[in-house]
């Protein structure tokens, strides 16, 4: 009944670029706040990028500068421009609507220092 798709991850080398896409199969898509999540091993996961309905945004530190998190409502899609990568960015992405605990299956993303 609900399903986040990620897409758009890979592998680059440091200070380069990758575009995150999720797909959320949800009725109510325009009224979730949404956001993406990283979990690398041995790290603690963190909530980097959200977005509300009304496209108020906010970033962890580590990312605030370099990441942008955006959402087409008629499309149903939320994104993650990742610009200026860093090894320490490697990690699983999940889409997630904030707060419901539906979440996406994860796509790595791998940044070569």
């Known amino acids: 009944q609900v399903q986040l798709v990620e897409s758009g991850g890979g592998s680059v080398q440091a200070g380069g670029s990758l575009k995150l896409s999720c797909a959320a199969s949800?009725?109510?898509?325009?009224?979730?706040?949404m956001g993406w999540y990283r979990q690398a091993p041995g790290k603690q996961g963190e909530l980097v990028a959200s977005i509300t309905s009304g496209g108020i945004t906010n970033y962890s530190d580590s990312v605030k500068g370099r990441f942008t998190i955006s959402r087409d409502n008629p499309k149903k899609t939320v994104y993650l421009q990742m610009n200026s990568l860093k090894a320490e960015d490697t990690a699983v992405y999940y889409c997630?609507?904030?707060?419901?605990?539906?979440w996406g299956q994860g796509i790595q993303v791998t940044v070569s220092p």
């Open positions: 949800v009725s109510t898509f325009s009224f979730n706040q």
């Open positions: 997630t609507i904030v707060g419901a605990g539906y």
